[in-house]
């Protein structure tokens, strides 16, 4: 039982001590997992008398304790003094922050201090309908790449989905893994979000990597190691973050990935030991300096093919980080110790879900002016025309499972969503990007309805798009406001829907809770709502073959009043696999299942062109949503 006392502290450092489950029950969280969530936000909850100290500093605490971020053309009450613009301007301040303050970043130097005062905008431009591909890069294989997709298969990728008048391309997480074998395979645990994993330059030569029925991620980094020379010199890089990350990567190859179990005076990157290691192991310092580099350069030229599409390139920006990584070591002062976040318990996960990765602790980012959260956002738009918010109700809150905790051990805590969003539109809009947030599941309200005041979309998924009984919608009742596609990453693939592989192979792998015949029975039931919703539609005939049925899901993707539609080339050239079956490990080939066409011969394949035919002819109904505001 959680007392009065204790919700509020709680409550006034953004930690649940209750909160709405899968079935929209209030569900409490243990006494004893608030204290330890609050005990990692240095807050001392351990008796009452703790307790009501900590309250009372609360209570004491002011806005320059963090930084003020403001929409523009609010108002806002500060301490006097005076303003320093981002133009390098000074305005002195009193009392209220004037409403025609320009956007950006800016900083305010009063009797306490210096605060961060971040200008952001209402919302960003709204995009114009378009479609385009949802690309595993890695997946892509041609003749001139060496056993994986690479950045210059992605740039005659580009090329060609331009011709045919696509829009964009929403890419995987190119984020950089750690260097070493085995190679991690998911691009969702990176060991940094700022940075390139090299596994996807193009190198020229003749492949030594054969061809295989999976992707062998080693065999390709090892082959392309062995060939990529690097810089003649060991000059380590003027740029301090790439110097950081380059000096992580080179200590990392001595002492192992996890940093957490290096050397204890080479555990935090300011120190002397470090600067020490940095200069002893310059020519490596320097070669993964080189990398990036070259990833970067590699990047812009695919940039560059994407000139002719309205949105381009779109990166997939991941919930965390490997907490023993590059990212974990070098932002260990703004990052949650010990914390790992995931999501509570659900229908499928019935003890929840820890997905190992670290994450920000809110005081201590907005300490810092969210200059780490402004760098990660402002990297991901580099190269881009658009972002993909992985699980973007993380902006609002996260679900942090303590250390030594499972995932049923822990609690929500809130996160100043104004700023995460504000500062993600401040980056999109000086970027020209577009925003698209990953909001499939149960979310608060708050979530969708904040992305679309910004003019940012949400998703919609095929596969969920029901109505309360359970019957597919029909597609004029799809969102406007959303990026629309058949399926995702984690779920069933077209072919795999229709043909129910995604029964059998989990009752191969033994993942199912009741038998198989009665998980088939209910997918053979969602199948025949879903063929009598498209027959209706006339989009396929009484008796529709495999080919015919995945058109008629691409013509009812079509129909959708969606801003944004998005196709799947697993989808459109029949491949049964999902790209990841979430639950599992090595006993399914997650990340690692190549196309089965070749990139020579995917756009010639009949159903891409018919795919691309149907999409390049989409007309939308004349709903007045789609000008730019």
């Not at 450092?13 to 608030?34: D, M």
């Not at 609002?396 to 995932?407: I, S």
């Not at 406007?480 to 129910?500: C, I």
């Given at each position: 039982m959680i007392d009065p006392l204790l919700e509020r502290l709680?409550?006034?450092?953004?930690?649940?001590?209750?909160?709405?489950?899968?079935?929209?029950?209030?569900?409490?969280?243990?006494?004893?997992?608030?204290?330890?969530?609050?005990?990692?936000?240095?807050?001392?909850?351990?008796?009452?008398?703790?307790?009501?100290?900590?309250?009372?500093?609360?209570?004491?605490?002011?806005?320059?304790?963090?930084?003020?971020?403001?929409?523009?053309?609010?108002?806002?009450?500060?301490?006097?003094?005076?303003?320093?613009?981002?133009?390098?301007?000074?305005?002195?301040?009193?009392?209220?922050?004037?409403?025609?303050?320009?956007?950006?970043?800016?900083?305010?130097v009063h009797a306490g201090g210096e605060t961060a005062v971040i200008v952001t905008p209402a919302r960003i431009a709204r995009p114009a309908p378009t479609w385009g591909w949802m690309l595993q890069l890695y997946a892509l294989r041609s003749s001139g790449s060496w056993g994986m997709g690479d950045f210059g298969d992605l740039a005659s990728f580009v090329q060609r989905s331009s011709s045919d008048g696509a829009g964009f391309v929403l890419l995987n997480p190119l984020h950089a893994v750690a260097p070493g074998h085995p190679v991690p395979a998911s691009p969702y645990s990176p060991t940094s979000r700022r940075f390139i994993n090299p596994l996807y330059l193009r190198v020229d030569g003749p492949s030594p990597v054969p061809p295989g029925e999976l992707i062998d991620y080693d065999a390709v980094w090892a082959a392309k190691s062995a060939v990529l020379a690097g810089p003649s010199s060991a000059a380590v890089p003027s740029d301090p973050a790439l110097r950081d990350f380059a000096t992580y990567c080179a200590l990392a190859e001595v002492h192992g990935r996890n940093w957490r179990e290096w050397p204890a005076d080479l555990r935090h990157p300011s120190s002397e030991a470090v600067a020490v290691a940095r200069f002893e192991l310059a020519s490596r310092v320097a070669f993964h300096a080189w990398l990036q580099e070259q990833c970067d350069e590699q990047l812009a030229a695919v940039r560059a093919a994407a000139a002719g599409m309205p949105i381009g390139i779109v990166q997939?920006?991941?919930?965390?980080?490997?907490?023993?990584?590059?990212?974990?070591?070098?932002?260990?002062?703004?990052?949650?110790?010990?914390?790992?976040?995931?999501?509570?318990?659900?229908?499928?996960?019935?003890?929840?879900?820890?997905?190992?990765?670290?994450?920000?602790?809110?005081?201590?980012?907005?300490?810092?002016?969210?200059?780490?959260?402004?760098?990660?956002?402002?990297?991901?738009?580099?190269?881009?025309?658009?972002?993909?918010?992985?699980?973007?109700?993380?902006?609002?809150?996260?679900?942090?499972?303590?250390?030594?905790?499972?995932?049923?051990?822990?609690?929500?805590?809130?996160?100043?969503?104004?700023?995460?969003?504000?500062?993600?539109?401040?980056?999109?809009?000086r970027a020209g990007a577009v925003v698209v947030g990953e909001d499939l599941g149960t979310v608060l309200p708050e979530v969708t309805e904040g992305l679309a005041a910004r003019n940012m979309l949400g998703c919609e998924v095929l596969w969920f798009a029901r109505s309360r009984d359970g019957s597919f919608v029909p597609p004029l009742?799809?969102?406007?406001?959303?990026?629309?596609?058949?399926?995702?990453?984690?779920?069933?693939?077209?072919?795999?829907?229709?043909?129910?592989?995604?029964v059998s192979v989990r009752?191969?792998?033994?993942?199912?809770?009741?038998?198989?015949?009665?998980?088939?029975?209910?997918?053979?039931?969602?199948?025949?709502?879903?063929?009598?919703?498209?027959?209706?539609?006339?989009?396929?005939?009484?008796?529709?073959?495999?080919?015919?049925?995945?058109?008629?899901?691409?013509?009812?993707?079509?129909?959708?009043?969606?801003?944004?539609?998005?196709?799947?080339?697993?989808?459109?050239?029949?491949?049964?696999?999902?790209?990841?079956?979430?639950?599992?490990?090595?006993?399914?080939?997650?990340?690692?299942i190549p196309l089965p066409v070749a990139l020579e011969d995917l756009f010639d394949h009949p159903r891409v062109r018919a795919i691309v035919a149907i999409l390049k002819s989409r007309t939308l109904p004349d709903l007045g949503l789609h000008e730019v505001s």
């Open positions: 709680a409550a006034a450092h953004g930690v649940a001590t209750e909160y709405e489950n899968w079935q929209r029950r209030p569900t409490a969280i243990a006494r004893e997992t608030v204290v330890e969530i609050l005990r990692l936000l240095d807050v001392d909850a351990s008796s009452p008398a703790a307790i009501r100290a900590a309250l009372a500093e609360a209570s004491a605490r002011t806005a320059t304790h963090g930084a003020i971020v403001v929409t523009e053309g609010d108002a806002h009450a500060v301490p006097d003094g005076l303003l320093i613009l981002e133009d390098g301007r000074e305005r002195p301040m009193a009392a209220t922050l004037p409403r025609d303050l320009p956007l950006g970043y800016h900083r305010l997939d920006l991941a919930v965390g980080i490997d907490p023993g990584g590059a990212d974990g070591w070098l932002l260990q002062d703004v990052l949650a110790d010990g914390v790992r976040v995931g999501a509570p318990p659900d229908a499928f996960n019935q003890l929840g879900q820890d997905w190992g990765l670290a994450t920000w602790r809110p005081d201590r980012l907005a300490a810092a002016g969210y200059a780490p959260y402004r760098d990660l956002v402002r990297a991901m738009l580099r190269h881009a025309g658009g972002l993909r918010v992985d699980h973007v109700a993380g902006l609002w809150r996260l679900w942090w499972v303590p250390p030594g905790g499972t995932a049923a051990d822990g609690t929500y805590v809130r996160y100043d969503s104004a700023a995460m969003v504000g500062i993600l539109a401040l980056e999109a809009s009742s799809w969102p406007v406001d959303a990026l629309a596609t058949v399926s995702t990453h984690d779920l069933p693939t077209a072919a795999g829907y229709l043909t129910g592989e995604h009752a191969r792998l033994g993942q199912l809770t009741r038998p198989e015949a009665e998980e088939q029975a209910d997918a053979d039931a969602d199948r025949s709502l879903l063929v009598s919703l498209l027959r209706s539609l006339g989009f396929v005939g009484a008796s529709p073959s495999l080919d015919e049925l995945i058109l008629g899901l691409h013509k009812l993707l079509a129909a959708t009043p969606s801003t944004l539609v998005a196709v799947s080339p697993y989808d459109a050239v029949g491949e049964t696999r999902q790209p990841n079956l979430p639950g599992t490990m090595d006993e399914y080939p997650n990340w690692r």
